[in-house]
């Protein structure tokens, strides 16, 4: 095949001066060369890893005894024998004056924390803590917004050698016990509200429902954030304001832990059922991160990331991560584009010389849409913009460069909460090809797999990796014999992780995401992922977001509807559905144009912003909606009903 033009290609002067150029020369090999430097990367895990360990200058209380000491999937054995601290590693770096955090909200206003007052913060907390009874292996949870609050409570926890876990307080009580009390956690810390789209959210009820629904609690901290008082209510435990559990004069001791000692907790989306819990530790954390952020996004001392998240989404534990390279993170408490300010995100970024601005699809696209010109403000700082939680469709690429900067690295990331890093994207050293990936990540031995298991090129497969990466899973919450895990990843392809997104990996090197593999349009045996067709139809001005679905009928039947929103103002006629097929056609394939199209009050997503494909598949098909979605954990719930009705109606109208 003839391998396509870059949109974009490195710049000579930003490699030569960037980390990864540093660390790839210290490997012997061309910092120009990304494809042999990812190569090595992958066929000796074990002189890659220790370089990022030694690169990095980790600093192990004892040490390790071999980098891998066994490589079976699940349960490989990274660094035997060495104990360190990740908490210890995010304050290491940040020097007394240096600025640590920088907190902002959707307002504009802000604070700064150095360095200095961070480690007083997470000394004094992880004091309060100590004092409640928390030690090695007990976890402190978060009903919080992302804020200072929650990076200082999760270092200060993880400093114990404690297990920390967070969820966001647009959670309802019930939303957040069904994660957070899987945990039996010791100690709950909350706020008493937080802002969006200008309003301020009280949640103080809300709490005392949380904690009333944590039977294991011995104390709550209150944290004061948007100025609500905390009315004097009884609570199940011991009740600590967070000013006096922040304002103690202490020493911050790092407790040491084994390599694969629990860190933290994060949760799958919870559509179905219970939430899994899925546990990573101290020190492959550490290392993904530090060779994510450091190596891939470039990060380093004097750099400030902002990326939007909210406090459970993976991209928040990155967030907490900046610190390890010793760069400014910001924290950011709000809508990213609320009513009174659509652009504030981009103002604060000029305003805070950000040079790693972080989002999503969808926010790129609703910018570019609603004709939001961030080029009024000075982003000459900005390096990167990272994007992940879905496909970034070409579209986006073209807007990026001509509203944000020229010769910005747009670095589209795909990944998963599963390992709490990326599977591929960018580095100052690949081309950028639009609406790809540019390669997979160093470390990753990504490959698409046919149905036979086989590696292809060129065509559409599963997106597996067939050796082990440090911040794969420890185990599952909840699961003593590993069962769950190992359905969850191992089934299919016994000894390869199988992530359940259909990818394609180019001759070129770089890689293509076409959707999740179990919502997958397979129309006469020609499948085409959902990302592809909404990508076309997005781009539509008339069109604020779509979804398709293939479902299997009973009587061997395939029914593949297209569900679109209207932008306001704006009828869907079959003038515009006609529109819609014609984009379909030359933009996706004409093999795969909707059965129908149908104008529908929204799409309903994870908390996360990620489309419930499978969900509403499963909808359309009859299941009961109480076996196929746990409505908490959809950003609009009203929405499931609907999708269920129309299931419904179609069945009726052929039965």
């Known amino acids: 095949m003839t391998r396509p033009e870059p949109f974009t290609t490195p710049d000579p002067q930003a490699v030569a001066s960037s980390r990864i150029a540093d660390f790839t020369r210290r490997q012997g090999i061309d910092p120009a060369d990304y494809t042999t430097l990812h190569d090595w990367s992958v066929t000796d895990l074990e002189s890659f890893w220790g370089a990022v360990w030694q690169y990095f200058d980790i600093d192990a209380d004892t040490p390790y005894e071999q980098v891998l000491a066994e490589e079976s ?242 991209m928040w534990n990155l967030v907490a991560s900046t610190l390890l390279t010793g760069a400014t993170t910001c924290t950011y408490d709000g809508s990213p584009a609320p009513f009174a300010k659509l652009d504030v995100l981009w103002e604060l970024a000029a305003r805070h010389r950000v040079t790693v601005f972080g989002t999503s699809p969808q926010y790129l696209l609703g910018m570019a849409k609603f004709g939001i010109d961030p080029s009024g403000h000075d982003l000459t700082s900005i390096r990167v913009v990272g994007c992940t939680g879905s496909t970034l469709p070409a579209s986006a690429y073209p807007w990026v460069r001509d509203h944000v900067g020229e010769r910005v690295l747009l670095a589209s990331i795909s990944g998963g909460t599963d390992v709490v890093s990326g599977f591929a994207g960018s580095a100052p050293n690949t081309p950028v090809w639009a609406g790809e990936l540019s390669a997979p990540h160093l470390g990753v031995a990504l490959a698409a797999y046919d149905p036979e298991g086989h590696p292809v090129t060129d065509q559409v497969g599963e997106l597996v990796v067939t050796r082990p990466m440090p911040s794969m899973p420890l185990y599952f919450v909840n699961d003593p014999d590993g069962t769950r895990y190992r359905e969850a990843y191992f089934s299919s392809y016994p000894g390869v992780w199988r992530h359940g997104d259909w990818i394609t990996l180019t001759g070129h090197g770089s890689v293509i995401v076409h959707g999740r593999s179990d919502s997958t349009l397979n129309r006469n045996g020609v499948r085409l992922g959902s990302a592809d067709i909404h990508d076309v139809v997005e781009r539509l001005p008339e069109i604020t977001e779509a979804l398709v679905i293939g479902a299997e009928e009973p009587d061997g039947g395939y029914w593949m509807p297209l569900f679109v929103v209207p932008a306001a103002g704006v009828t869907l006629d079959d003038t515009l559905r006609e529109r819609i097929r014609d984009a379909i056609r030359t933009g996706a394939s004409p093999r795969h144009v909707p059965d129908e199209i149908l104008a529908v009050p929204g799409i309903p997503h994870t908390r996360t912003g990620k489309k419930l494909e499978v969900p509403v598949k499963r909808l359309l098909q009859g299941a009961p909606v109480e076996q196929v979605v746990n409505p908490a954990a959809v950003d609009a719930p009203d929405l499931i009903d609907h999708y269920a009705r129309l299931g419904a109606e179609r069945r009726a109208r052929s039965a």
Request: glycine residues 10%; contains cysteine.
């Open 73 to 314: 999937m699940p349960g490989a054995r990274w660094f035997p024998g060495a104990t360190l601290n990740y908490t210890h590693h995010a304050l290491r770096n940040v020097g007394d004056d240096d600025v640590a955090i920088i907190a902002l909200d959707e307002t504009g206003s802000g604070y700064e924390v150095t360095g200095e007052r961070l480690r007083a913060l997470v000394a004094s907390v992880a004091a309060t803590l100590r004092d409640l009874g928390v030690g090695k292996g007990d976890r402190v949870v978060g009903y919080l917004p992302n804020t200072p609050h929650a990076i200082v409570a999760f270092l200060a926890a993880a400093s114990l050698g404690a297990v920390w876990s967070v969820c966001g307080q647009d959670y309802a009580p019930k939303a957040a016990a069904d994660r957070l009390a899987q945990l039996e956690p010791t100690v709950l810390i909350a706020a008493d509200g937080y802002l969006f789209n200008g309003t301020t959210h009280d949640r103080r009820d809300a709490t005392l429902d949380l904690a009333r629904a944590l039977p294991t609690l011995k104390a709550t901290l209150l944290v004061d954030h948007v100025g609500l008082p905390w009315p004097s209510q009884t609570y199940p435990s011991l009740v600590v304001p967070w000013e006096d559990a922040a304002t103690r004069t202490e020493e911050l001791a790092c407790t040491p832990v084994p390599f694969d000692h629990p860190l933290w907790v994060v949760f799958s989306s919870g559509t179905t059922g219970l939430p899994k819990g899925i546990v990573h530790g101290h020190g492959g954390v550490l290392l993904e991160h530090l060779k994510t952020l450091g190596l891939h996004s470039d990060l380093g001392p004097g750099d400030r990331l902002l990326w939007y998240t909210t406090t459970h989404w993976m």
